[in-house]
């Protein structure tokens, strides 16, 4: 079983940056990928981060990329979401998740985590 929790959401200005952090607890495979997905009132869910735990490898939503960075400690069980240049558009309520299948795609996602909230003022 694999639990995940996520902690650092909070309340921004437009242009600022803020770090999420999600803790794994239990076993993860190498294959396996690790998501930060968000969810806004009235929009659909959206992947916008995802990397391989054991290779490393990352890939973006257009939305995000070049603003957002997602890395992975093995040693430490983390995974990060460094946001940059924050745009109201980016609040949210923001899920860790991990799934065994490769690829942006929350359908596969197997484990969640509850979310902490983002919320970019203007």
């Known amino acids: 079983q694999v639990q995940l929790v996520e902690s650092g959401g909070g309340l921004v200005q437009v242009g600022d940056s803020l770090r999420l952090a999600c803790k794994v607890s239990?076993?993860?495979?190498?294959?396996?990928?690790m998501g930060w997905v968000r969810q806004a009132p009235g929009k659909e869910r959206e992947v916008v981060a995802v990397?391989?735990?054991?290779?490393?490898?990352?890939s973006y939503a257009d939305s995000v990329k070049g603003r957002f960075t997602i890395s992975r400690d093995i040693a430490r069980s983390r995974v990060d979401l460094q946001m940059s240049s924050l745009e109201p558009d980016d609040t949210a309520v923001y899920h860790c998740?991990?799934?065994?299948?490769?690829?942006?795609?929350?359908?596969?996602?197997?484990?969640w985590g509850k979310g902490t909230q983002v919320t970019v003022s203007s």
């Open positions: 990397i391989t735990w054991g290779a490393g490898s990352t």
């Open positions: 998740a991990a799934g065994p299948s490769a690829g942006m795609s929350a359908a596969t996602m197997a484990y």
């Open positions: 239990g076993r993860l495979f190498t294959y396996y990928t």
